[in-house]
């Protein structure tokens, strides 16, 4: 290459990187007016805005742990007993700093997925009777990391816990959820 051939391929770069530039800073908002900022949702997307966990989102992880509980052989060999056994299922414990979390919908999850399922019978925790086989602990935890530029995960878990009579613990599950929130943006 002659130094007129990379005169005129330097000349071209800078045009072209100078136009680029500048016509990038000089664009007007097309957004304005228009509904250039609105997405669809997928059906049954759950959709998070900030890094807060949502009711839906800890009714499903309640739901899909009791799931596991369910599908344990300990609780597997209740329906070969001559009669089903009786739950207490207690009002989960909330030691999360989100205030936001409603317990007993959560409690209301696991008491339906144990009813559906027909291996067992519920018995309100209220009740004054101490005629029970089992209770089922439910807690709520999660734990937070921070990063460069306001970046933050947050993991909440639910743990249930299966006790007799005599509290013994006799079976543990649980699943967790990550929610994260991205760095602040320079701009």
């Avoid at 002659?2 to 530039?21: E, K, V, W, Y």
């Avoid at 207490?88 to 936001?100: F, G």
């Avoid at 709520?140 to 909440?156: C, E, H, L, P």
Wanted: aromatic share 6%.
């Amino acid at each position: 290459m002659n130094a007129r051939q990379l005169s005129c391929l330097l000349s071209s770069l800078t045009l072209a990187f100078g136009s680029a530039f500048f016509s990038g800073c000089a664009q007007v908002p097309t957004s304005i007016g228009s509904q250039s900022n609105v997405g669809m949702i997928a059906e049954g997307e759950r959709v998070h805005l900030d890094d807060k966990i949502t009711a839906e989102d800890m009714v499903a992880l309640a739901g899909k742990v009791t799931e596991k509980m369910l599908g344990s052989s300990r609780v597997q060999s209740w329906p070969g007993k001559k009669k089903q056994p009786l739950l207490v299922i207690a009002v989960p414990e909330n030691t999360t700093h989100d205030a936001n979390i409603i317990t007993e919908d959560l409690q209301d999850e696991i008491i339906a997925k144990v009813l559906d399922s027909g291996v067992a019978r519920v018995i309100d925790e209220s009740s004054v009777s101490s005629r029970y086989d089992y209770i089922i602990k439910t807690t709520i935890t999660s734990t937070s990391q921070r990063g460069n530029g306001g970046s933050k995960v947050t993991y909440y878990t639910c743990k249930l816990q299966l006790f007799s009579l005599r509290g013994e613990r006799l079976g543990q599950w649980h699943d967790k959820i990550g929610m994260t929130k991205a760095p602040r943006s320079f701009f």
